[in-house]
C-alpha cells in the first residue's frame, strides 16, 4: 500500500502580527492547479489594498505540480519558504494565500522568510489534516437474508460500506486499504461463501 497523503482537513484562515505587520493566511482544499488559481483570484480581489498577496500550491496524487510566488516580496524570502511548509508538512491538493498589511518596519529577508513560513504553518495547526489513503472497492452480492448481518459486521471491521443496492441479491460495496487483508476477512466471515470483486479504486479520508 503507498504512503497515505496528507490533506487539509477544512479550508479556513489564521492571522498572525509581526513587528505591526499584519499576515493574514488563507488556506483552501483544492483538487487542480486551476482551482488554486481561482482561489488566490479570490483573495486577491478581497484584499486588494494589500502590499502583497504572496502564495504557494501544492496538488497532484503526489503533489507533483506546485508553483509558488512572492509578489513583489524580495525574492525567496516569501512564496518559496510557504511552499516548504506544504511540503515539510506532506500537504497536497492545498493552496496557501498570505496577505500582508506592512506595519511601517522592514524585517529584513530573514525575518521574510520567517514571517511567512510561520503564518502559514500556524493556519496548518489551526485547521488540521487528514490522512488520504487509497482503497480499493469492493463489490459483494449477498443473498437478502444475510445482507444485514454482513454490512454490520463490515462497518464494525472498519471497512467502510459506501453504497448498498437492491435487487435479487443485495449488492453492498465496501472499501479496503488492504485488499487481501479483506478478503481473509470476508472468507472467514463468510464461509467463502461471497466473493469480494474489485470494481476500482478510490481516496478515503481518516
Known amino acids: 500500500m503507498p504512503d497515505p497523503l496528507l490533506v487539509l482537513a477544512r479550508d479556513g484562515e489564521h492571522e498572525i502580527e509581526i513587528q505591526r505587520s499584519r499576515f493574514l493566511c488563507r488556506l483552501a482544499r483544492v483538487p487542480d492547479a486551476d482551482a488554486a488559481a481561482a482561489v488566490i483570484a479570490d483573495v486577491r480581489r478581497a484584499h486588494w489594498s494589500a502590499t ?3 502564495t504557494a500550491f501544492r496538488v497532484g496524487r503526489a503533489g507533483e505540480v506546485q508553483r509558488s510566488s512572492d509578489d513583489g516580496e524580495p525574492a525567496g524570502t516569501a512564496g518559496v519558504p510557504m511552499l ?9 491538493d492545498v493552496v496557501a494565500v498570505v496577505t500582508r498589511y506592512f506595519g511601517g518596519v522592514k524585517l529584513g529577508a530573514g525575518g521574510l522568510v520567517r514571517a511567512y513560513g510561520r503564518a502559514v504553518s500556524e493556519a496548518v495547526d489551526a485547521v488540521g489534516v487528514l490522512r ?12 437478502h437474508a444475510d445482507a444485514g448481518r454482513l454490512e454490520n459486521a463490515l462497518r464494525a471491521a472498519g471497512y467502510p460500506v459506501v ?16 485488499p487481501e487483508t479483506f478478503r481473509a476477512w470476508l472468507a472467514a466471515r463468510t464461509g467463502g461463501g461471497v466473493e469480494a470483486v474489485e470494481v476500482g479504486e478510490v481516496d478515503v479520508e481518516v
Open 52 to 54: 502583497h498577496n504572496c
Open 84 to 92: 516548504e511548509v506544504l511540503l515539510r508538512r506532506e500537504l497536497t
Open 132 to 143: 488520504r489513503v487509497r482503497h480499493t472497492r469492493f463489490l459483494l452480492a449477498v443473498p
Open 163 to 178: 453504497d448498498v443496492g437492491y435487487g435479487r441479491d443485495v449488492e453492498i460495496t465496501a472499501t479496503a486499504a488492504e
